[in-house]
């Protein structure tokens, strides 16, 4: 009788030494899974693609002062990193909820917690905007000890051509943190004006720019070319900045597209409504002496936070605000280059 074993399947060959195509990136894909590699990827002062590593951690924990037994939020799931920590600091006893906006990463991240034994018995993932906060205590009538929120973009949404965030690389101009609901950036391109286009570029990213970037947006619409792609896009940001001395062009040329991409992103998610949303229901949701947190990754961003936490205190609804932005400290901005930009402040609840 033939010996008919079940023959191993391996994984798809790609040509070259190394993969280029993402999909064909297979530790990205699971990068858990490869220890040494991320470690080597982190000394170096990098993310490993597929992951995201957590800022200011040990800042955050220092300030909520978690304890057994207290409910919270992470509004802001992300990849969990932060979401993991704080569950350990409840030692089994307690509940987070977890709010994200993404279909995508959220779902991934709810089963790797899973796996590390977080269950729905002490963590609750919910597909659900945080500018929409006031929903899960109306829910379940339930206000909160502490509040979390990363303002940043993940990386994995960063490393992912499909979603268009970064112009490093070749993909749909889309921006969207939820792909499935509202307009791409691509499509928003399309509906806005010269003037409003330049006004969304100096007002989300502080862009020198935006008037030559906006008026070169509508030469090429008016020629009948597409802006579709992250590489079309910055090939408009290119042309508009020809007349920049060639010494310093790719320079100009590299900080002009983080802050355009930067921009649509703001736009297309509407980030400064949701913030503004989230910052007004905070008293609503927090308990007495309840602590929230706030990472933001942009002077707009920080902005709102402080004007609302000062008001806030002045009013009587704070007890105490931080008087100093919190930064990262170097040690962990040479070991994660994306932290550097990071401000923390926080709020206690009177």
């Known amino acids: ?20 195509r993402y999909k064909e ?48 939020v992470d509004a802001t799931l992300g990849y969990g990193g932060h979401t993991k920590e704080m569950l350990r600091c409840l030692e089994g006893q307690g509940h987070i909820y977890a709010l994200d906006v993404d279909p995508i990463e959220s779902a991934k991240t ?22 929409d906060i006031d929903m899960v ?19 994995m949404q960063i490393d992912n051509p499909d979603r268009g965030f970064s112009y490093k690389v070749d993909g749909p101009l889309d921006l969207r943190m939820n792909p499935l609901k509202g307009v791409s950036a691509a499509q928003r391109l399309k509906e806005v004006t010269q003037e ?18 906006a008026a ?42 983080a802050r355009t991409f930067q921009a649509l992103r703001i736009d297309v998610n509407s980030e400064f409504e949701v913030l503004y949303a989230f910052l007004e229901k905070l008293p609503e949701v927090l308990a007495p002496n309840g602590r929230v947190a706030i990472l933001t990754f942009h002077s707009g961003e920080d902005r709102l936070v402080k004007r609302s936490f000062k ?38 609840k009177a």
Not at 7 to 18: A, L, N
Not at 230 to 249: F, G, H, S
């Open 1 to 20: 009788m033939e010996n008919q074993e079940k023959q191993h399947k391996r994984r798809v060959r790609y040509s070259g030494t190394h993969p280029k």
């Open 25 to 72: 990136k297979y530790k990205e894909h699971n990068p858990e899974k490869y220890a040494d590699t991320i470690e080597r990827v982190i000394q170096k002062g990098g993310t490993p693609a597929g992951m995201h590593i957590s800022i200011c951690v040990n800042e955050i924990l220092d300030f909520l002062q978690i304890k057994p037994g207290q409910i919270g």
């Open 110 to 131: 709810k089963e790797r917690l899973e796996k590390q034994g977080f269950g729905e018995e002490i963590l609750t993932v919910r597909l659900q905007n945080f500018a």
């Open 137 to 155: 205590t109306k829910e379940t009538g339930k206000k909160f000890d502490f509040i979390l929120a990363d303002l940043g973009v993940s990386s």
């Open 196 to 213: 409003e286009l330049s006004g969304m570029l100096m007002e989300n990213a502080d862009e020198p720019y935006a008037e030559e970037i």
């Open 216 to 257: 070169t947006v509508m030469k090429w619409f008016k020629k009948g070319k597409e802006i579709e792609t992250t590489r079309q896009m910055k090939a408009v940001i290119e042309e508009a900045l020809v007349y920049v001395p060639k010494a310093e062009r790719e320079e100009t040329v590299k900080k002009s597209c």
């Open 311 to 348: 008001q806030l205190q002045e009013a009587g609804v704070y007890s105490e605000v931080c008087k100093d932005v919190i930064r990262p400290s170097a040690e962990e901005c040479a070991r994660n280059s994306r932290a550097k930009s990071t401000k923390m402040r926080w709020a206690i």
